[in-house]
C-alpha cells in the first residue's frame, strides 16, 4: 500500500530463461533501497512501485540469484530483464565422426599431457576439445558409464551423467581438462543444453536449495516423459529426497526404477523410502542389495546405501545384506566424497603408492 499522495511509477520485467515455460514461471522478488523485501516470489511481471531505487532478483539456470537494479521515476515504465550468467561452455560437435573411442583417442594422442583419459566404458565416445571432453553414449545403455582419468601421477574412476536419451541431443556432459588444483575433484557437470538437470545441478552447488526443490518438483515428471533425461530424473529424485518430499513422488519413482533398471540410484531412493512403509522392508533391501552390484552415480547415493544397509532398521542377518555392505565397505576408502558423482581412486594406484612409501 503507498502513501496518499505518493508518486507512482511503473517497473515492468523481463526475464530471459529456459526454465519455466521460457521464464513466465520463474519468481522474482524485490526489495527496496533499505533491502527491505516488499514482494515476495511472484511471477507477476508489472509493477506499480513509489518513486525510487529497488533490486529484483531471481534464481536462474546459472544456479545463482540474479540481481538488478533498477530506478522508478515516473518519466516513463522502467524496463530491465534478468538474464543467466552461463559460464562458458564449449558446444559438442554435430558430427558423429569427431567423437572418438578410447582406442581412436589414444591412437591420435601425440603429446602426453598432465590429465588424461585412460580408459572409459565401451558405450562412451569423446569430443576433444582445448579446455574440455564431451562425452556421450553411442548404444543403449547397460550400466552408468565411467572413464578412467591419469592425473598428477594419480588415477581416478568416475561415474558420467549420461543419459538414455537420443544419443544427439540433450544427453552429454562436460570434463572440464584441467588437473590443477591437483588435489580437487574431478569438474563434471551435465551440460548446458540438458537444461534442466544443468539447472538444477548448479542450483544445488550453489546452495540455492529451495530453488532447487522447486524446479526438482516438476522436473521428475518431466524427465521420464516429455523430455527422457534418466539421470537429470535421479538428480530431481535426490534432492527431493533431501528436502523429504519424495515421498509424495512414489509413482514416479517405482517408474524410474522400473524403465531404467541400469541406473541404481533410483533403486537406493526408492529402498530408502519403502523401509519405512508396513510390509514393505524385504522389497526395499532387494532393490537396495542389487543396487550394491552396479555403478552408483551420486556419491550421496552411494553414502544413503551405505548408511541404509549399516543401520537396517531391524535385526538382520542376511547374507545378501552382508555382501552388498562388504562391496560397498571395500569401496568407501577411495571414494572422493566432495564430488557430486562417484569419483574414487583405484586401488591398485593406492596400493601401488604405499608401496613406494613403504621402500622410500
Given at each position: 500500500m503507498t502513501a496518499e499522495g505518493e508518486r507512482i511509477g511503473v517497473l515492468q520485467i523481463e526475464v530471459d530463461s529456459k526454465l519455466y515455460y521460457r521464464g513466465e514461471g520463474v519468481r522474482v522478488e524485490i526489495r527496496d533501497s533499505d533491502l527491505i523485501l516488499i514482494q515476495p516470489a511472484t511471477t507477476q511481471r508489472s509493477f506499480d512501485l513509489p518513486y525510487g531505487l529497488y533490486e529484483i532478483s531471481a534464481v536462474l539456470e546459472d544456479g545463482k540469484r540474479t540481481n538488478k537494479v533498477a530506478e522508478v521515476n515516473g518519466k516513463y515504465p522502467n524496463r530491465i530483464k534478468l538474464e543467466p550468467n552461463l559460464p562458458f561452455e564449449p558446444l559438442a560437435s554435430k558430427n558423429d565422426i569427431d567423437f572418438r573411442s578410447i582406442s581412436e583417442l589414444q591412437q591420435l594422442k601425440t603429446v602426453k599431457t598432465d590429465m588424461e583419459i585412460v580408459d572409459i566404458s565401451s558405450d562412451v565416445t569423446v569430443y576433444e576439445v582445448e579446455s574440455h571432453w564431451i562425452l556421450r553414449h553411442s548404444?543403449?545403455?547397460?550400466?552408468?558409464?565411467?572413464?578412467?582419468?591419469?592425473?598428477?601421477?594419480?588415477?581416478?574412476?568416475?561415474?558420467?551423467?549420461?543419459?538414455?536419451?537420443?544419443?544427439?541431443?540433450?544427453?552429454?556432459?562436460?570434463v572440464t581438462r584441467r588437473s590443477e588444483p591437483s588435489f580437487g575433484p574431478v569438474q563434471i557437470k551435465i551440460s548446458q543444453s540438458r537444461s534442466i538437470a544443468s539447472a538444477m545441478e548448479r542450483m544445488v552447488e550453489a546452495g540455492q536449495f529451495e530453488s532447487a526443490t522447486r524446479l526438482a518438483n516438476k522436473a521428475l515428471e518431466t524427465?521420464?516423459?516429455?523430455?527422457?533425461?534418466?539421470?537429470?530424473?535421479?538428480?530431481?529424485?535426490?534432492?527431493l529426497y533431501k528436502a523429504d518430499r519424495l515421498n509424495d513422488k512414489l509413482g514416479l519413482l517405482h517408474s524410474l526404477v522400473k524403465r531404467f533398471g541400469w541406473l541404481p540410484d533410483g533403486k537406493i531412493l526408492l529402498a530408502s523410502q519403502l523401509v519405512r512403509l508396513p510390509g514393505q522392508r524385504e522389497k526395499a533391501l532387494q532393490l537396495a542389495c542389487q543396487a550394491s552390484e552396479q555403478r552408483i552415480l551420486f556419491t550421496e547415493t552411494f553414502s544413503l546405501l551405505l548408511d541404509l544397509l549399516r543401520y537396517w532398521p531391524e535385526e538382520s542377518d542376511s547374507k545378501a545384506r552382508s555382501e552388498a555392505l562388504s562391496r560397498l565397505s571395500n569401496r568407501a576408502p577411495f571414494v572422493d566424497w566432495?564430488?557430486?558423482?562417484?569419483?574414487?581412486?583405484?586401488?591398485?594406484?593406492?596400493?601401488?603408492?604405499a608401496a613406494t612409501s613403504a621402500r622410500a
Open positions: 548404444q543403449i545403455m547397460e550400466q552408468v558409464p565411467v572413464v578412467t582419468i591419469n592425473r598428477v601421477g594419480s588415477t581416478v574412476q568416475a561415474s558420467l551423467p549420461i543419459s538414455a536419451g537420443d544419443h544427439r541431443f540433450s544427453v552429454t556432459c562436460h524427465l521420464l516423459s516429455k523430455f527422457v533425461d534418466p539421470t537429470g530424473a535421479a538428480l530431481a529424485a535426490l534432492i566432495r564430488s557430486t558423482y562417484l569419483c574414487d581412486r583405484l586401488q591398485e594406484d593406492h596400493d601401488a603408492n
